[in-house]
């Protein structure tokens, strides 16, 4: 963290595979290695990275505050919930916490005794903002469908030629 000149707290943009990339808060750690970072399930996820993988990082200094972000829960996370969605699972999870959302990212929101699974569709401004109390969250629309093939190993081209790996034989 001293050599990028990153301190706890600051806004830092990752990049992974196939050019994703997502803006999360530094948290400073003793027990990590100089040369590694520590992300969770969710970030990785959005970046597309495994445990292991290598990911870009550098610092994000220009993050405003959002005025307005859009976010739809995925439609398998939300099966046989009724009630407000707003009230049960975002307000608490954004309150007084100023988190970094990229546009397309996913992230877990628990609550209600279950744990829902957000996609932010657009952010005011673009592509990246923070979260603050008088952003106005919007999760007005009908949930999304979860992407099918989220990660590299979903397909791979052979000869100009995508195929499913389950139908690949060695």
């Not at 505050?65 to 999870?93: A, C, M, Q, W």
């Not at 603050?132 to 990660?151: Q, S």
């Not at 052979?158 to 690949?168: A, E, F, M, Q, T």
């Amino acid at each position: 963290m001293d050599e990028l000149q990153l301190f706890r707290g600051d806004t830092v943009q990752l990049k992974g595979k196939r050019r994703k990339e997502t803006v999360c808060i530094v948290l400073s750690d003793e027990t990590c290695p100089d040369e590694k970072i520590r992300m969770n399930r969710v970030v990785r996820n959005n970046l597309r990275v495994r445990l292991s993988d290598i990911v870009s990082i550098q610092a994000c200094p220009d993050v405003k505050y959002g005025k307005r972000i859009h976010v739809l829960p995925i439609d398998d996370t939300v099966d046989g919930l009724s009630g407000n969605l707003f009230e049960v699972f975002l307000k608490p999870y954004f309150l007084e916490a100023y988190r970094p959302m990229h546009k397309d990212d996913a992230f877990i929101v628990r609550g209600g005794m279950r744990a829902v699974e957000f996609k932010v569709v657009e952010t005011d401004p673009v592509p990246y903002c923070i979260v603050a109390p008088d952003t106005i969250i919007h999760c007005d629309g009908n949930p999304i469908k979860r992407e099918v093939c989220k990660n590299t190993r979903c397909n791979i081209g052979v000869k100009g030629k995508r195929k499913s790996v389950s139908r690949l034989k060695v």
